[in-house]
């Protein structure tokens, strides 16, 4: 299958894996990565870019294919070595970031004189205008079904993609309740280009989580998922 984002990542299938803390190690990208998507490794799960490197050289004995690295910018008091861990990036000759949380701006031009593809996560479709204008390369529409943070707008997919799709000109994969083959017919028709997956890949072998889980995750409902910390807005996706 042949669309934007499979031309812009080289890869064989639009499906990214999503950048998830603690599951996203090098066995779980190459994985992704040999099977024709787009693997991603998790930056911040690592404690130093040092850790990083290592990661990614590790996934570089496991895939030839490409993979790509996740990035969060957070606000923190005392914020990690963001420019280590991209000189990580860097030397490790990773050539696709996944960035979240805050606006990637400050980092974009030591990422895209590398030759660096950035895609962007958003949860609005004025975030993703914002990431198309200062570079990005591609946008990860997420909405409101997606775990983890799905921001305060509470938009679903059915409207959130074909209102992106109106509005960006760059490419973009839907993220939020993707899980299976229907999940891609439905993103693409929806205007993406392809979909970011998360949760459904904890269920896989090669992530780093107890079996407990896994079987809870398979055995969940559309009703066993919980929003908590809305008070605080900074909303969170849980399995109940």
């Not at 990565?33 to 690592?46: E, V, Y």
């Not at 775990?147 to 490419?171: Q, T």
């Not at 780093?208 to 889980?213: D, F, G, S």
Request: charged share 20%; glycine share 10%.
């Amino acid at each position: 299958m042949k669309t934007r984002i499979t031309e812009l990542f080289g890869i064989e299938r639009p499906i990214i894996q999503g950048g998830m803390h603690y599951v996203g190690f090098a066995e779980l990208a190459a994985a992704v990565s040999n099977a024709g998507g787009l693997g991603i490794i998790t930056a911040l799960t690592q404690p130093s870019p040092a850790r990083l490197a290592a990661e990614i050289a590790k996934a570089h004995t496991m895939t030839s294919k490409p993979f790509g690295v996740n990035l969060t910018f957070l606000p923190a008091v005392n914020s990690p070595d963001y420019p280590g861990y991209i000189d990580a990036i860097i030397e490790g000759g990773v050539k696709i970031v996944e960035t979240a949380g805050n606006n990637p701006q400050k980092w974009m031009p030591r990422l895209k004189e590398n030759g660096i593809k950035v895609i962007h996560k958003c949860t609005a479709v004025r975030h993703a205008l914002k990431a198309e204008s200062i570079g990005c390369d591609a946008v990860s529409v997420d909405g409101f079904e997606c775990g983890g943070h799905p921001g305060e707008d509470d938009v679903p997919n059915m409207i959130l993609l074909p209102r992106a799709a109106e509005e960006l000109s760059i490419p973009f994969v839907a993220s939020g309740g993707m899980a299976d083959g229907r999940s891609l017919v439905a993103a693409l028709a929806l205007g993406a280009e392809g979909m970011n997956m998360g949760t459904r890949f904890i269920a896989t072998k090669e992530a780093p989580v107890h079996q407990n889980v896994k079987d809870a995750i398979v055995k969940a409902s559309e009703l066993d998922t919980r929003l908590i910390m809305r008070s605080l807005r900074n909303t969170e996706r849980v399995l109940a």
